[in-house]
C-alpha cells in the first residue's frame, strides 16, 4: 500500500525567506503525486501536480516541486515566502485506487 | 464556478442522533469522494463514487456510516447512530474524469461535533 511521510510537523519561516517541505513517499509504480494547501477553516486547494515528464513541476502562487525518484521525494520550494502562504501543507499520491493518500501535514507560520 | 458545496458547515449533535452530510459536486463532474479528517487520522477516503455508482467504500469505518448519490449534482453522507468519535471535518471532493489525472477539487468541508 502507498504512504506519505512528512517529517515536519511545524515550519517557521521569516517572511521573504525562502521555503522547502519535505515529502517522501512509497509506492510500488511511478506515483502520482500532489502538493495541496489548506488554509484555516477552508477546504484543500491544488498546488501543483506530477504524472510524468519534467521533474520539476510548477504550480500556483509560485511554489515549484521536484521529484526525485531515487529519493522517493516530493520536495515543495517557494523562492520567497509571503504571509499570506501561512497555512497547512498536504502531499498525497494516487496509488491507483483514485483514492489520495495524504500526509500527515505541514504547518507552516511566517514571522513578520 | 460555484465549487464544490458542502452543506451544514458546521453540525452539533448528541451521540445517538442521525446526522446527514450534503454535497453538491462542480457541474460536470462525474467522479465524487468523501474524505475525513482528523487529528488522529489525518485525511482518509471514506468513500468514492463515478457516474453515481459506488466504486470504492473500504474506507467506510462501519455501517453505522452510509453514503448515496441519487443524482448527478448530490450526495449525502449518513451517520446513524453518531457516536463522540465521528467527531471530525468531512469533505467532499469531485473530479471531472475518472483517471488518476483528473484533479480533485475539494470543498470547505463540514466540521462536525458529538457531544
Known amino acids: 500500500a502507498q504512504s506519505v511521510t512528512q517529517p515536519d510537523i511545524h515550519i517557521t519561516v521569516s517572511e521573504g525567506a525562502s521555503l522547502e517541505l519535505r515529502c517522501n513517499y512509497s509506492y510500488g509504480a511511478t506515483p502520482y503525486l500532489f502538493w495541496y494547501v489548506q488554509s484555516p477553516g477552508q477546504g484543500l486547494q491544488l498546488l501543483l501536480k506530477y504524472f510524468s515528464g519534467d521533474t520539476l513541476v510548477q504550480g500556483i502562487k509560485g511554489f515549484e516541486a521536484e521529484f526525485k525518484r531515487s529519493q522517493s521525494s516530493f520536495n515543495l520550494r517557494k523562492p520567497s515566502v509571503h504571509w499570506s502562504d501561512a497555512a497547512e501543507y498536504f502531499c498525497?499520491?494516487?496509488?491507483?485506487?483514485?483514492?489520495?493518500?495524504f500526509g500527515s501535514g505541514t504547518r507552516l507560520q511566517v514571522q513578520p | 464556478d460555484a465549487g464544490v458545496i458542502q452543506s451544514p458547515r458546521h453540525e452539533v449533535t448528541e451521540m445517538g442522533q442521525e446526522v446527514t452530510l450534503r454535497c453538491k459536486p462542480i457541474?460536470?463532474?462525474?467522479?465524487l469522494f468523501w474524505y475525513r479528517q482528523t487529528m488522529m487520522r489525518g485525511l482518509e477516503l471514506l468513500i468514492y463514487f463515478n457516474n453515481n455508482v459506488p466504486i470504492d467504500d473500504s474506507g467506510m469505518p462501519e455501517d453505522r456510516f452510509s453514503a448515496k448519490m441519487p443524482n448527478a449534482s448530490f450526495s449525502t453522507l449518513k451517520i446513524q447512530p453518531s457516536e463522540p468519535r465521528d467527531s471530525a471535518v468531512y469533505f467532499c471532493?469531485?473530479?471531472?474524469?475518472?483517471?488518476?489525472?483528473?484533479?480533485?477539487?475539494f470543498g470547505p468541508g463540514t466540521r462536525l461535533t458529538v457531544l
Open positions: 498525497a499520491v494516487e496509488g491507483g485506487r483514485r483514492a489520495l493518500t
Open positions: 471532493a469531485s473530479s471531472l474524469g475518472d483517471r488518476a489525472t483528473d484533479t480533485q477539487y
Open positions: 457541474s460536470g463532474h462525474n467522479s
